[in-house]
């Protein structure tokens, strides 16, 4: 197999149990870890229970390890204080953990909410400035500029995976531009990792969808090209006339829900 052992972080979460098996044929080993509970290993796994916060667990998750796939940390908006332990804390751990460890290339589970301050009416692309939509975009933002700098100054490769919505079907009329199907999703890592040079790259993870707001042409070396399409779903949102509405920010902007904060978060 091409890897020896690949590590997974947010093993737990939605997307981690989809990848669990459909990255099996990278690697003789993945590697599993989460801070949530995990199904035991079977053959060719390793499941380690780990805190992203925790440096130097950390550490020792990223030994003998080939490659990273990073999609552990907190998924949406949330306090600052637990942000910052999951994804601030957390990703500077694997960064440094990794260049300890010699490790050469990370693919980050980064979001769209890096970006959900732009207008529903924009179009942008990787080099675009980040306008983050909540504390969470903020963190990705923090992710994206830390691989950066790792990058820069020892040399280890990312791709930043800006991530649509990534789920069975779109759920929303958002997600009829925003949706990434799970094929397109492995397909994308599969670019990412195999790619021979990616330096530190920026790719937006969208399906084939009818409308798009993310230019990926900075990211072409990768060579993804997405097959599936939210066409199939779009009769289950049929237009209203009014997108997007003036007076309701949920669809000016690009961030949908994002941009406003449940009562929670606000200040
Ligand atoms: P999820 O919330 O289902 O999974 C995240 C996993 O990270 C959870 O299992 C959680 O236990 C784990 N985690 C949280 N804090 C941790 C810590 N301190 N230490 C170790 N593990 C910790 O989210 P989902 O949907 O699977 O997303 C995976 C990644 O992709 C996340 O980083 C998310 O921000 C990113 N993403 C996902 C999108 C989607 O459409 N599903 C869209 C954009 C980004
Ligand atoms: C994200 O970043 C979240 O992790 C995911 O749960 C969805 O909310 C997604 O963005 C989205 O924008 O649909």
Redesign the pocket.
């Known amino acids: 197999k091409p890897f020896k052992r690949i590590l997974l ?8 149990k989809i990848l669990r098996e459909r990255i099996k044929p990278w690697a003789d080993v993945v590697r599993l ?4 509970d995990m199904a035991p290993a079977g053959e060719g796994e390793e499941v380690v229970r ?4 925790d440096k130097a667990a950390v550490l020792k998750l990223l030994e003998g390890v080939d490659v990273v796939l990073h ?5 949406t908006e949330n306090t600052f204080e637990n942000i910052m ?2 994804n601030i804390a ?1 990703t500077y751990n694997l960064y440094e953990a990794a260049h300890k460890n010699g490790i050469k290339r990370i693919v980050f ?5 890096t970006i959900g301050f732009y207008k529903t009416t924009d179009y942008i692309d990787a080099d675009s400035p980040m306008r983050p939509d909540s504390l969470y975009g903020v963190s ?1 933002c923090f992710g994206e500029s830390l691989s950066r700098y790792y990058y820069d100054s020892t040399g280890i490769e990312t791709v930043c995976l800006r ?5 069975p079907e779109p759920v929303n009329p958002r997600m009829l531009v925003t949706w ?1 199907s799970y094929d397109d999703l492995v397909e994308s890592l599969r670019c990412s990792l195999f790619t021979p040079r990616v330096g530190h790259t920026i790719l937006f993870g969208a399906s084939a969808n009818p409308a798009s707001w993310w230019d990926n042409s900075k990211a072409e070396h990768l060579g993804f090209r997405p097959k599936d399409s939210s066409l199939q779903f779009a009769d289950k949102f049929p237009p209203t006339g009014n997108y997007p509405a003036a007076d309701d920010r949920a669809t000016l902007y690009q961030g949908g829900g994002f941009v406003v904060p449940g009562p929670q978060y606000q200040q």
């Open positions: 972080t947010g093993a737990a979460g939605g997307l981690g870890s989460d801070i949530g780990c805190d992203l916060a999609f552990g940390g907190i998924s332990a999951a957390g589970a980064s979001s769209n909410h990705k991530i649509g919505s990534s789920f990434f």
